[in-house]
């Protein structure tokens, strides 16, 4: 029975799923910023629509959908540092797993922090 080539970087390990969340979670951003980018343009075109637009914004889906931005903003940007550091540091390779679960700890301490006070502030 033919054996399953040892731990490469992109076979199931962390290596492929922080690639995977790194590419999920930047195409999540660029959408934001696009439609982010297109409803203030509403201003100068039609301030009407643009306050419609912004009074979808403030229901409690999109606060809550809001919760998911912010995690995918603190996940991306630690990822990117441990990419970096992968990339430019002589043992960044080595200790990539665990820089994996540190973003995940930084990323996971910096949301807990912030989502009970943004709640509040979306139901309060």
Same mark, same amino acid.
């Given at each position: =029975?033919?054996t =399953?080539?040892a731990?490469?970087?992109?076979?199931?390990? +962390?290596? =492929?799923? $922080?690639?995977?969340?790194?590419?999920i979670?930047?195409?999540?951003i660029?959408?934001f910023l696009? %439609?982010? +980018?297109? &409803?203030? #343009?509403?201003?100068? !075109? #039609?301030?009407?629509?643009?306050? !419609?637009?912004?009074?979808?914004? /403030?229901?409690?889906?999109?606060? %809550? $959908?809001?919760?998911g931005l912010?995690?995918?903003?603190?996940?991306?940007?630690?990822?990117?540092?441990?990419?970096?550091?992968? &990339?430019?540091? $002589?043992?960044?390779?080595?200790? /990539?797993?665990?820089? *994996?679960? @540190? @973003?995940?700890g930084a #990323?996971f +301490?910096? *949301?807990a #922090?912030?989502?009970?006070?943004?709640?509040?502030?979306v139901?309060?």
């Open positions: =029975m033919p =399953m080539p731990g490469t970087l992109y076979r199931g390990k +962390v290596g =492929m799923w $922080s690639w995977v969340l790194h590419r979670t930047g195409v999540a660029f959408f696009l %439609v982010h +980018v297109l &409803d203030t #343009a509403l201003v100068r !075109v #039609a301030p009407e629509a643009y306050n !419609v637009v912004i009074a979808t914004y /403030q229901t409690p889906l999109i606060g %809550v $959908s809001e919760l912010v995690a995918a903003i603190l996940y991306h940007g630690f990822n990117g540092i441990r990419i970096a550091l992968i &990339d430019f540091w $002589s043992k960044g390779a080595k200790y /990539q797993n665990v820089m *994996f679960w @540190v @973003v995940v #990323a +301490v910096l *949301f #922090a912030f989502a009970p006070r943004h709640l509040m502030h139901f309060g």
